[in-house]
């Protein structure tokens, strides 16, 4: 089974700044956990982050026919993005959702995400763990679903 994780803008930051809000470790680390968590599964895990809504679509169409389901912490783009969204919904992947923060108890422009009625699931308000628990959870809803 090969997975990828998507991380959005900004999020290349982590353990920077805000840590109040976003925690202390890096991306980096997020990662290196993310991979040593998928070995341990039994999975393949690929990663990609960036700052550019384009090359997220990019990146998302060109996970179609090799990868069997995508982690998105879309960032700000959850909020924003029809183009990530219709990506998602192109490739015909699953995919969960998460978040470090939860969104819901921010700003109200937070609590709407164009890509969470189409996840498998939403995770968030985990802080680095959103990313475990995500992972997890992709892997248990794949696995149940193609035995
Ligand atoms: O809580 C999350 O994971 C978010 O996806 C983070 C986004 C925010 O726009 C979403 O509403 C919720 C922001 C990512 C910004 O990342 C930073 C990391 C370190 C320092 C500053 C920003």
Not at 1 to 10: A, D, T, Y
Not at 40 to 61: C, K, M, T, W, Y
Request: with cysteine; glycine share 8%.
């Amino acid at each position: 089974m090969r997975l990828l994780v998507l991380h959005g803008p900004n999020l290349n930051l982590l353990g920077s700044r805000e840590p109040g809000l976003y925690g202390s470790c890096s991306l980096e680390q997020i990662n290196a956990s993310l991979h040593e968590q998928a070995a341990r599964l039994g999975v393949e895990l690929l990663s990609f982050q960036s700052n550019h809504e384009g090359a997220l679509v990019d990146r998302i169409q060109a996970a179609r026919g090799d990868t069997d389901g995508i982690l998105i912490n879309a960032a700000a783009y959850t909020h924003t993005s029809i183009a990530l969204r219709d990506a998602l919904l192109a490739v015909d992947l699953p995919f969960v959702e998460l978040h470090l923060s939860n969104t819901h108890s921010r700003e109200l422009f937070r609590h709407h995400s164009y890509l969470a009625d189409r996840a498998v699931g939403v995770i968030c308000g985990f802080g680095s763990t959103s990313y475990r628990l995500a992972l997890d959870g992709l892997v248990d809803h794949l696995r149940l679903s193609r035995p």
